[in-house]
């Protein structure tokens, strides 16, 4: 039989592959490997091959390179190393010497045209075995994950490489990429002027975020690309606006005039290699914070994510998910609601290069899928994204802990792999109110919620302001958090199947059903909703929305998940039930509507819109529930903890100051970007006015915290028909009296909102003057430590800061919100210093920890100071730089003290060192410590005591004498070295003084004067005369040296040996 198929852009070429029957007379190769072999594999495919039902099927391609025909009968190919055989070659199949076999990765039937395997391989990579009709494997090869239209393909010496797609032809590897000689990253304007690219081969790049293998502003690399903050460039995608009638509009409807001002750019380079057969690399981009320290700072404060495609992708009429598009033009006379950016689905996912920096540092940089996400913030001027990790674009996983504090609720373990994410804009105060309410929520392990982080967005290069890094739901995100398999999750999302089985929107709507018609006030009713629905994770989920007063709810902003696998031993979530998940609180916490009847949103009563959307879904669940009194009674005693402890007021108002200190100057610039028109104010006037703005919008949120308990709780006892006279209690961690004089008890709290202590079976209420008061389960965080990023910091004169982690278990705790934090984090001196930290909102107890500046000693040599430290014990050794040309080494002086007379000295350090190596010319006769008494040369000068030194150089006819002097006068008894240095200039014999410190006999203290004076240099003699007072003890001790031009005019200084006296006025 004839294998044929089409191929790509040569559909209609016949490809010489031919299967020759056994009867045609033709050598045949023998069973084995001998020359046969996997040559090319495409498991990836998109446009490189059509087989012959005009699918774009994944393909593997064997070569024959033996001498003869083979027969390939029997053969098999598989993706299971214990299923060896999963396709078999029918029999009668041949592929002649020297030619390609073309076989299709599909579970299409192989029929006389065409071999199809009836399995498939995973874009994500995965093992490929070619096996001998004895089933013994002749080719093994390990296939990595696929960019789309890339294969992996046999070189010429037998490894294998990705490279670009030729079914049929002989193999082509893809050129190389492009290098840079910087990574993206942050950089000061001042250090980085310009970048280089390397290849074997031409490059093209682009600096628009274009595509460089097809765009016409592409250019082709010739040498360094300068460097510098472009922000002063002219703003391009930050011109998009509102337009009427314009395909390029990014609202509609609403008028949004872009702000002309400029602002903060990256610089974004793409670069792609292209070979002489015109073949290209895959596009490498990078992403430069080229800036001054003060930018630099300001964005190594938050985390920065830089999305960079092609521009089309975004703003092109046709292809640009971010604008109105052609076919709103189109539709404009029948509907407002047609428009690119409200397009969803995989055709409106494109790909872009997604790279994060985190305190100023690179974190990852992948190639991934965006689209828009929302509903009707997709008409808003700054849009949000959801960003997916695929296969056909690089990884299908973003390997990379990119959330703080996102744990798996089964083991704790930070969560560091994720299928997808969101960014979803921050562009009006409400986004504060989703963060606030969340913190509450986080460690509800029965609630399902999206962990988020703030962050900087450019998009190609320019601000976009701050957005939140947020879980996206998905059946990955369910594994992550729950550690169950993905592949058996269902999620149902506002109503709509978002993953999983078909037909579970009808179970959902069955058991909404069953709730309506049923009492479930009766027990075996409850149990059975009870064996469907998570009691504790619904509860969590409407006390949530009532307390907050969601305005968007209930029958919206929720989602529904369960595991429909076998149950897993040791999770109690892979039981089946239906779990709930809370999301979007942004429409909440202090937002008053006209809906409300005129009440304040801190006194409005949320049930009674529940209630009167009880009969719905998911609602009916819910309503239907409160029937049975268990219920009712988890219900209300939940929600008693939510008012006092979950969203207990002192908490969320630390929080909210928590938010506004951390975020409030990116918030201000996120309004600068976005604000609707050029404002009339400068940029520093303008962030004080938005400052004030946000400040009082938050305080909104905090009088909504401070008084929400008290009208909540009325609300809820009121639908519920509970008594307000009777107080429920419920157990929370027990505390000390803070007099110590009660001693210790059993707390509770009421459902009052006050805190009883339990003895004998009677609850006393707690004089909160009196008693700490614990929030409901609060952690103690003696159990936390504290990472210091260094214990122990060598002294050097400077100021130095530790950085510290307080992390409990996997989880860190963040200052001013979990924990205050008192002592010293930077110091100077030598010491130990102190860092505690004390629990407050969900935390309680104390922790300390101590770091601390060693003492340590300087090293200097001829003047000049070893960089290094060193500590007192550490042993020390130096070596005299060599002497130069007519000089000799003498020894080593310690301020002025003679501790060597050989170049290498050894020593132990005690205190700072300053060693001197002393020379001398080669002539001079070198003695260990030559000390000269000159005593006798004391004389009376001008009716005072006086010393006289003398001292003899044997100069050179050639040189010239430049200065004479001495090097050292000390006085010994003063109890700590003077050290001074006389001189005399040859030139201008002025006389020169200076003082020497000196003690006298009845410890008071005096000035000695040196006069250098009577300066003689007769055949190389040098006098100077120490005038000394009456009564007075000395010691004193110099080197003499003189400074010359020798006959090269190079300065050279010639030292005497070491002059001592010691002189008492009583002889």
Known sequence: MNFMKKMGSFATAMLMVTAMHRGVPQAIAETGSNGLYINEVCSHNKSSFTDSLGKASDWVELYNDSNSDIDLSGYGLSDNKDKPMKFVFPSGTFIKKGQYLIIVLSKDKTDMSELHTGFALSKSGESLLLSSPDGTVIQKIEIPALAEDSTYG????????????????????????????????????????????????????????????????????????????????????????????????????????????????????????????????RVTSKTFFVMSEEKLKYYSGIPVVSIVTDPGNLFGKDNGIYVAGQQYIDNADKTDNVANFYSTGKEWEREADITYFKDGDLGFSQKMGIRIRGASTRNNQAKSFNVYARSEYGDSKLDYKLIDDNNSVIDGKAIKRYDSFGLRAVTWIDRMRESVVHSALRDLPTLATYDSDRCMLFIDGELWGMYEITEKASDYYIQSTY?????????????????????????????????????????????????????????????????????????????????????????????????????????????TYQDFGGVESYQHDSFKKMDSVKDSLPTVIFAKLLENPEFKKKFADKFYTYAYSAFESSKMVAELDYEEEKYMDYMTMTAWRWNNGTPDLDLDSYLSQQKTYYHDEMENMRIFFKNRAKYAV???????????????????????????????????????????????????????????????????????????????????????????????????????????????????????????????????????AVWTITESYTVSVNGELNDERYNFGDSVTVNAPEAEEGMQFSCWRNRGDVVST????????????????????????????????????????????????????????????????????????????????????????????????????????????????????????????YMIGNYTDCYVYAVGYIKCKDENNNDVTLYTDFLSVTYNTAD
């Open 714 to 848: 009325e609300n809820m006892q009121n639908y519920l028909g509970i008594s307000k006279n009777t107080v429920t209690y419920k157990k929370v961690d027990a505390v000390a009296a803070t007099n110590n004089s009660k001693g210790n008890s059993e707390y509770y709290i009421g459902s009052d909102g006050n805190y009883y202590s339990l003895k004998n079976n009677v609850y006393t209420k707690i004089d909160k003057g009196s008693w700490a008061i614990p929030k409901l389960n609060r952690t103690d965080i003696s159990s936390a430590e504290i990472v210091l990023d260094t214990n122990s910091i060598k002294y050097d004169g400077n100021d130095h800061t530790v950085d510290y982690t307080v992390m409990l278990g996997n989880k860190k705790l963040t200052e001013g919100k979990d924990y205050t934090f008192e002592g010293d984090v930077t110091a100077a001196n030598a010491g130990n210093y102190l860092i505690k930290i004390s629990g407050i909102g969900d935390y309680t107890g104390e922790k300390s």
């Open 902 to 1025: 050989s170049p290498e000295y050894s020593f132990i350090i005690q205190e700072d060192t300053e060693l001197t190596a002393v020379y001398v010319a080669d002539t001079v006769d070198v003695v260990p410590i030559p000390i000269r008494d000159l005593k006798a040369n004391k004389s009376l000068y001008n009716g005072n005591n006086a010393i006289g030194f003398n001292f003899t150089h044997s100069i050179p006819d050639n040189y010239q004498i430049e200065e004479v002097g001495l090097l050292y006068a000390t006085n010994k008894l003063a109890g700590a070295d003077t050290s001074k240095t006389a001189y005399a200039n040859t030139v201008d014999l002025t006389a020169t003084d200076f003082d020497v410190e000196y003690a006298v006999k009845n410890n008071t203290s005096e000035k000695v004067k040196n006069f250098v004076a009577d300066y003689t240099n007769h055949n190389g003699t040098v006098m100077f005369n």
């Open 483 to 591: 550690d169950v398999p993905s592949e058996y999750v269902t999620i149902y999302k506002n109503g709509e199947l978002e993953e999983g089985p078909k037909d579970e929107p009808l179970n959902i709507q069955h058991l909404g059903d069953f709730c309506l018609e049923h009492d479930l006030s009766i027990p075996e009713n409850y149990e059975y909703v009870a064996s469907k629905v998570d009691i504790e994770s619904i509860i969590d989920h409407y006390c949530t929305g009532l307390y907050i007063g969601t305005w968007d709810w209930p029958n919206y902003n929720y989602f529904m998940w369960r595991y429909n696998g076998d149950a897993i031993d040791g999770n109690p979530y892979s039981d089946g039930k239906w779990r709930f998940g809370s999301f979007d609180f942004d429409y909440s916490v202090g937002l």
């Open 154 to 281: 046999r070189l010429a010496d037998g490894s294998f490489s990705v490279m670009t797609p030729t079914p049929a032809s002989a193999n082509r590897s893809a050129p190389a990429e492009p290098i840079f000689s910087l990574e993206s990253g942050f950089y000061s304007v001042d250090d980085v002027k310009e970048l280089t690219i390397t290849s074997s081969d031409t490059i093209y790049y682009t600096l628009d975020g274009s595509d460089p293998t097809t765009s016409k502003t592409a250019k082709v690399y010739s040498g360094a690309i300068p460097m510098y903050d472009r922000s002063t460039d002219e703003n391009v995608f930050s011109k998009y606006q509102h337009e009427e009638d314009s395909p390029y509009s990014i609202k509609l409807r609403q008028a949004f005039e872009a702000n002309t001002e400029k602002f903060d750019k990256a610089t974004i380079i793409r670069a792609a290699s292209k070979s002489s057969d015109g073949t290209f690399s």
